[in-house]
T-cell receptor, first 110, second 114 residues
Framework: GQSLEQPSEVTAVEGAIVQINCTYQTSGFYGLSWYQQHDGGAPTFLSYNALDGLEETGRFSSFLSRSDSYGYLLLQELQMKDSASYFCAVREDSNYQLIWGAGTKLIIKP | EAGVTQFPSHSVIEKGQTVTLRCDPISGHDNLYWYRRVMGKEIKFLLHFVKESKQDESGMPNNRFLAERTGGTYSTLKVQPAELEDSGVYFC????????????FGSGTRLTVV
């Protein structure tokens, strides 16, 4: 079956670096996306990886290893506003639908 | 540009009643998607419109759910009759192209069936 595994909760300190992992098991793979969601808000697109390697966008980076069915989101110089839930999502075929992980709640302490 | 708008933001209905959720996508976005998150679980795909046509409705749970997008603009999702297990947050998203470079989501409608 289809499944994406990510930690349910991660705690980090303001100014630090945190990595949120995602492993996936899907019948196909087109790419991996990451979304951020603040409580009660809309999921917001952060990044996507279709090929192996690291993609950097400001303080956020995303990595993909297709051979390991694994990716991660790296957040640097953490700020209190980064406290949110982070979701990984896979597009497994030519259909547009995404398969989602259950989300990782990131808690940032001063 | 205005974002994706959903309403109501919250709805509490009794089991057996009917509820209609509405989504206004970003103007010009041909692709519109409905997703649902049941409490504590993964966000699940419901269906995908391209303009007014249903491109993929493989995620619709059963025939109590009816989605429409008349005229290819806003979309409605009707649940009739509602059951307790329908409770959750219903998200709408839109994209101009295939969405792989990111969908724009609305803030969702939190549906509670009691």
């Amino acid at each position: 079956g289809q499944s994406l595994e990510q930690p349910s909760e991660v705690t980090a300190v303001e100014g630090a670096i945190v990595q949120i992992n995602c492993t996936y098991q899907t019948s196909g793979f087109y790419g991996l996306s990451w979304y951020q969601q603040h409580d009660g808000g809309a999921p917001t697109f952060l990044s996507y990886n279709a090929l192996d390697g690291l993609e950097e966008t400001g303080r956020f980076s995303s990595f993909l290893s297709r051979s390991d069915s694994y990716g991660y989101l790296l957040l640097q110089e953490l700020q209190m506003k980064d406290s949110a839930s982070y979701f990984c999502a896979v597009r497994e075929d030519s259909n547009y639908q995404l398969i989602w992980g259950a989300g990782t709640k990131l808690i940032i302490k001063p | 540009e205005a974002g994706v708008t959903q309403f109501p933001s919250h709805s509490v209905i009794e089991k057996g009643q009917t509820v209609t959720l509405r989504c206004d996508p970003i103007s010009g976005h041909d692709n519109l998607y409905w997703y649902r998150r049941v409490m504590g679980k993964e966000i699940k795909f419901l269906l995908h419109f391209v303009k007014e046509s249903k491109q993929d409705e493989s995620g619709m749970p059963n025939n109590r759910f009816l989605a429409e997008r008349t005229g290819g603009t806003y979309s409605t999702l009707k649940v009739q009759p509602a059951e307790l297990e329908d409770s959750g947050v219903y998200f709408c998203a839109s994209s101009q192209g295939d969405g792989w470079y990111g969908y724009t989501f609305g803030s969702g409608t939190r549906l509670t069936v009691v």
